[in-house]
Nanobody, 124 residues
Framework: QVQLVESGGGLVQAGGSLRLSCAAS????????MGWFRQAPGKEREFVAA????????YYADSVKGRFTISRDNAKKTVYLQMNSLKPEDTAVYYC?????????????????WGQGTLVTVSS
């Protein structure tokens, strides 16, 4: 099993930036595709970004394309989400997730493990 711990959330003004980190432990991290998902108050969890096991392929939701960048450092067993030009509608709890059998890791019904989440609040 892979255990995931997110960090880096906080309060930021619209137009600002944050970088989220997801530290993994356990099974061979570098073998698996990873993803970031978010859940806003009163809404369902949704896909944000995903990265292949090698980091060679990246995928984004249309709502964040051009503003967010996903990356990974397999040596550090960490996945990152750089968020720029933040908007109030980006306010949500952000979760990272691992997919043992799917690549890309974009299907919310195919996630094998996820962390406890980190709250991002964007003020207008």
């Amino acid at each position: 099993q892979v255990q995931l711990v997110e960090s880096g959330g906080g309060l930021v003004q619209a137009g600002g930036s944050l970088r989220l980190s997801c530290a993994a432990s356990g099974r061979t991290f570098s073998s698996y595709a990873m993803g970031w998902f978010r859940q806003a108050p009163g809404k369902e969890r949704e896909f944000v970004a995903a990265i292949s096991w090698s980091g060679g392929n990246r995928y984004y939701a249309d709502s964040v394309k051009g503003r967010f960048t996903i990356s990974r450092d397999n040596a550090k067993k960490t996945v990152y989400l750089q968020m720029n030009s933040l908007k109030p509608e980006d306010t949500a709890v952000y979760y990272c997730a691992v997919c043992y059998y799917s690549d890309p890791c974009t299907n919310i019904n195919a996630l094998d493990a996820w962390g406890q989440g980190t709250l991002v609040t964007v003020s207008s």
